[in-house]
C-alpha cells in the first residue's frame, strides 16, 4: 500500500513538473508534452525491463534511444505486453547474465525491432 501511495507521490510531481515546462524545453529534451506524460506515466519496471531486454539482443542504451520515435514505441508495446508473466519468469532467470538464443523471445512484443536494431548496429 505504501508503495502505491509514493508511486502516486511521485506520478504527481512529475505531472506537475511537466506542465511546469515551456513546449520548447520540451522540443529541447526531444519529446513532445504527450510524449511526456506517457512516459512519466509508465511503471518504473518497464524501462528496466526494456534495457534489460535490449542488453540481450547486443543493444546499449545509446543505441536503443537512438530513435526517440523507436524507443517510446518500444515502451508502449513493453506496457502494453499480453504476456508479462512470461517476462517477469524469464527475468527472474536463475543466472541472468548467461547467453540467451533471442530466438526464443517469442513471448516479447519487441523482439523483431530489437533485431532490426541489432542487426543495423552490426552493419
Known amino acids: 500500500m505504501m508503495e502505491r501511495f509514493l508511486r502516486m507521490f511521485r506520478l504527481s510531481r512529475d505531472l506537475h513538473e511537466i506542465n511546469a515546462l515551456s513546449d520548447a524545453d520540451l ?4 519529446v513532445t508534452r504527450t510524449e511526456a506524460l506517457q512516459l512519466v506515466a509508465l ?28 524507443w517510446h514505441e518500444v515502451l508502449g508495446r513493453c506496457n502494453g505486453c499480453t504476456d508479462p508473466g512470461t517476462c517477469h519468469r524469464f527475468m527472474a532467470r536463475e543466472d541472468p547474465g548467461a547467453p540467451v538464443d533471442t530466438a526464443t523471445l517469442t513471448f516479447c512484443p519487441n523482439r523483431a525491432t530489437f533485431d532490426e536494431l541489432a542487426q543495423g548496429v552490426r552493419g
Not at 27 to 30: K, Q
Not at 50 to 61: D, I, K, N, Q, Y
Open 43 to 70: 511503471p518504473d519496471e518497464v524501462p528496466a525491463r526494456v534495457a534489460e531486454m535490449a542488453r540481450l539482443f547486443g543493444l546499449s542504451m545509446a543505441e536503443l534511444m537512438a530513435d526517440r520515435r523507436v
Open 27 to 30: 522540443a529541447d529534451m526531444g
